[in-house]
């Protein structure tokens, strides 16, 4: 064992025996809400493993409130400040939201979920709805922010504009702020990141579990870029010329380059890599049961597709399990957003084909409706499905020609799809039969063009942050002596603040679009109405009568797309009649199926009925829809 690997397993050993690491603690009642963690100084990533287990806590101004206990979007929430927000919310909207555990996750916390509705004009379940979930990857956290500036704007709007008052009066909105808590409190206290789960994994197939995570060797609480300098020849990347300071590396060609690039960190297993193996592996987004592949490695022909992340089986991970179970134990869900960082792009299935070969055409015209409206309030360049659009999205081919030569290797002449396996929209759509959104958001740090050539390079990139924001986002190369390399500099962009996640500088700005075309969706569900109800005799038929009702879909979207209707996830619309004693129906049934109803198409039906002389009372109309909600009246019988 070398030095260094000895110095962190002590040091792991030691921090396991004098550290209190609080039990995760059972959900308690539903109106309790979620509890504070004690503070400590080490974070403790739970389960069994061979490497690294704890990791010291930083205290970075990325997550600071401006003022404690008071909202602001201009920093990252943590878990005990969202899950304190959400307590907050439901005692003072006590009328709108209901505060709730959805599960546990891997380390035992609770997911939790709020409902808003007003909840005088009936229940959830009876209302269509609409899901948002944020934070599905560990270090996705600008989803998080949208999801919580969402359910912020929704409520203090309410009473105010009567749009949004209108919607929580008859609609029902899910929101889970942090699905993959575990991921987000690695994220934001620790300098570790890692793309999901905390579940350990062996990344590098070696048997061992997370043995060689990153090292913030510097003590600034990032995992940052580390350069040395070799001989010329020797290494892989070159200053870049572009940039007189000599922050910007660019990669060498024709073997000339004098510098080694990695990240920051060291080769704990000796296997002559670094950070190859660090906190979880497996990935949330890969899991669902939709076309879910297994993991590379575990195809036993060598011919068949895999999926790296894919976990052990579909809906291996409770993070996911929590979304699934909840989506089917509620069929009255028509539109889901599940977000994610960053491109960004208005982003939904199909994953493993072209819209046009797997949706019905119907349904597509709907997506593509969504996609149009949802690049004009975003402002997003990109929109569409993600086996092609995603994989093809901003390609210039002259400009990506010249990049790839610059690293080393060709791309295809041809646009080509690329498949994803286990993705949430395609479980969205195929499988749920929903309009299902996997948003991606901020855009890396590609933020002004300043030479207007549609192109942002990092020379850009650097010039804004130096002219804006204070050179706080790129950290100067500094002088480091490390173990086995020697003396080497580490700096360069922040990885989780400018790369992964916007500066807090211009969070709001960006998390406020994104919730700003999820509130445009929630504003087009599907909404049944009953238009008339009415009785009227029947000629030549003494005390007989017909009860005639018209229902309408005064939503946009139809109460159920075509694609929910192939997978049966809803049941058709059905209406039906109660008639007071002393009435009876004839020749017809009291409850019918008729089918869907498109936005704004109208349907009659009409119930014969006898009715005893003296008779009195009032008959119940209803009509009672999957997705659309229930509405219902009453007719004067006698």
């Known amino acids: 064992m070398n030095k260094r690997a000895l110095k962190l397993g002590l040091a792991a050993a030691i921090a396991a025996i004098v550290i209190i690491v609080a039990s995760a603690q059972e959900p308690g009642p539903r109106e309790r809400g979620p ?67 959805v599960g546990k996750s ?30 599905r990857h560990s270090g996705e956290v600008t989803a998080a922010e949208s999801a919580l500036w969402f359910a912020w704007h929704i409520l203090s709007s309410y009473g105010k504009d009567p749009e949004i008052t209108r919607l ?19 994220y934001l206290n620790t300098a570790q990141s890692n793309r999901s789960t905390v579940r350990p994994y062996d990344d590098d197939r070696d048997a061992l579990l997370d043995e060689d995570p990153p090292e913030d060797l510097d003590g600034d609480g990032f995992i940052l870029q580390m350069r040395k300098k070799v001989e010329p ?41 670094t950070n190859e193996d660090g906190v979880g592996g497996l990935d949330l987004h890969r899991n669902y049961p939709e076309n879910w592949r297994p993991m590379p490695g575990l195809d036993l022909t060598g011919r068949g597709w895999t999926q790296g992340g894919a976990g052990e089986y579909p809906l291996s991970e409770p993070e996911t399990r929590a979304v699934f179970t909840f989506l089917l134990q509620h069929p009255n869900i028509s539109v889901v957003q599940t ?64 990049r790839a030569a610059e690293m080393g290797f060709e791309i295809p002449r041809e646009p080509q799809g690329s498949p994803l396996f286990g993705h949430s929209p395609d479980f969205g759509y195929l499988y749920y039969g929903a309009v299902w959104y996997g948003d991606e958001l901020w855009n890396g740090g590609r933020v002004k063009d300043y030479d207007g050539n549609g192109r942002i390079t990092d020379l850009e990139s650097l010039r804004y942050i130096d002219e804006e924001l204070g050179g706080r986002y790129f950290k100067p190369w500094t002088k480091s002596i490390h173990p086995t390399l020697g003396e080497v500099e580490i700096g360069g962009f922040n990885p989780k603040y400018w790369r992964q996640n916007p500066p807090v500088e211009i969070l709001e700005e960006w998390i406020r679009k994104e919730a700003l075309f999820n509130l445009f969706m929630a504003k087009s569900l599907p909404q049944v ?110």
């Open 339 to 402: 977000m994610d960082t960053t491109v960004p792009m208005l982003l939904h299935g199909p994953s493993t084909s072209r819209m046009s070969e797997s949706m019905f055409p119907e349904d597509m015209k709907i997506y593509q409706y969504f996609d149009e409206q949802g690049k004009k309030i975003t402002g997003y360049a990109s929109a569409g499905d993600t086996y092609w659009d995603y994989a093809n999205q901003g390609r210039d081919e002259r400009d990506m020609r010249t």
């Open 168 to 186: 929580v009066d008859t609609k029902a909105i899910y929101i889970r702020v942090k699905n993959n808590p575990d991921g987000s409190e690695l």
């Open 529 to 638: 109405k009953i238009v008339s109800a009415e009785i009227k005799p029947v000629k030549k038929e003494a005390d007989t009568f017909e009860v005639v009702a018209v229902f309408t879909n005064e939503g946009f979207l139809p109460t159920a797309l075509k694609m929910a209707d192939r997978v049966k996830i809803v049941r058709p619309d059905t209406v039906e009649i109660r008639l007071p004693a002393g009435a009876e129906l004839v020749g017809v049934r009291g409850r019918q199926d008729i089918g869907f109803l498109k936005q704004n198409e109208k349907k009659e039906v009409r119930w014969k009925v006898k009715i005893k002389p003296g008779t009195t009372g009032e008959a119940d109309v209803a009509i009672l829809s999957t997705r659309g909600g229930v509405a219902r009246t009453k007719v004067r019988i006698g």
């Open 233 to 273: 020849g020797k290494g892989t990347m070159i200053l870049d010329p572009a940039d007189p300071a000599g922050r910007l590396m660019k990669r060498a060609t024709d073997g000339k380059g004098d510098y080694i690039v990695s990240a920051e960190g060291v080769d704990n297993d000796g296997d002559g890599r």
């Open 35 to 101: 509890q504070e963690s004690k503070p400590s100084k080490m974070y403790t990533v739970g389960g069994i493993r061979h490497g690294i287990s704890y990791f010291p806590m930083v205290d970075t101004p990325f997550t600071k409130a401006k003022v404690v206990g008071e909202m602001d979007f201009a920093h990252y929430h943590t878990y005990d400040e969202v899950n304190a927000f959400l307590r907050k919310w439901a005692s003072e909207y006590a009328n709108l939201v209901d505060l709730y555990s």
């Open 106 to 135: 891997f380390e035992g916390r609770d997911i939790w979920q709020i409902t808003i509705t007003n909840k005088s004009t009936g229940k959830d379940t009876d209302k269509p709805a609409m899901f948002i979930e944020g934070n």
